[in-house]
């Protein structure tokens, strides 16, 4: 009964879009009518800047640690870390109580495997910032990185199940990449 609250709670806390929120308090705008539309920190950072995409990345990464933290105090593995992380990603890409409208899930997905992987997460970012130097493209450079953390999170915790899990994120991740050109 304790896991199903876990997972609950994190498609809840997904649900809190913190460039909405930050814009709304800080800025007096609505990020969905601003760039975009999206309510990501790439959009927070065009409609408010450095400081808005930051002050949004750091709340998006955040709320999804914090949830993958609680379920590994709850005792939960990697399998259920990974889980908790996936629902997280959900409430932020479909919140229902903004319509099923939200962002694209990578500082969630960042944030929340930081507390399941940390390795995994150094890795990523390794990555990322390799290829960012070679393609100079933010968006490929994580997209493509984003796509290695099943296998990093394999290799460094043994985990096939929580590997799937992430990888299940990662194609979500790309999916919504996609349909939000």
Not at 29 to 40: D, I, T
Not at 67 to 76: F, K
Not at 120 to 134: D, E, G, H, K, R
């Amino acid at each position: 009964m304790q896991t199903v609250f876990i997972y609950i709670l994190a498609y809840c806390v997904g649900q809190i879009l913190s460039a909405h929120i930050i814009g709304l308090l800080i800025y007096r705008k609505n990020v969905f009518q601003l760039g975009s539309g999206n309510p990501g920190a790439r959009n927070a950072g065009r409609s408010f800047g450095k400081t808005g995409f930051l002050l949004v990345l750091i709340g998006d990464m955040l709320k999804a640690y914090l949830i993958c933290w609680v379920a590994q105090v709850a005792g939960l593995g990697i399998l259920g870390q990974s889980i908790a992380l996936f629902c997280v990603v959900i409430g932020h890409i479909y919140p229902i109580i903004y319509k099923f409208q939200g962002g694209k899930g990578v500082a969630s997905f960042i944030g929340g495997l930081l507390s399941v992987s940390p390795f995994s997460t150094f890795s990523f970012v390794f990555v990322f910032l390799i290829l960012f130097l070679l393609n100079r493209s933010f968006t490929k450079s994580g997209l493509i990185a984003i796509m290695t953390t099943p296998f990093f999170l394999f290799f460094y915790d043994r985990n096939i199940w929580g590997s799937i899990i992430i990888a299940i994120i990662a194609f979500i991740i790309i999916l919504r990449h996609r349909e939000k050109k």
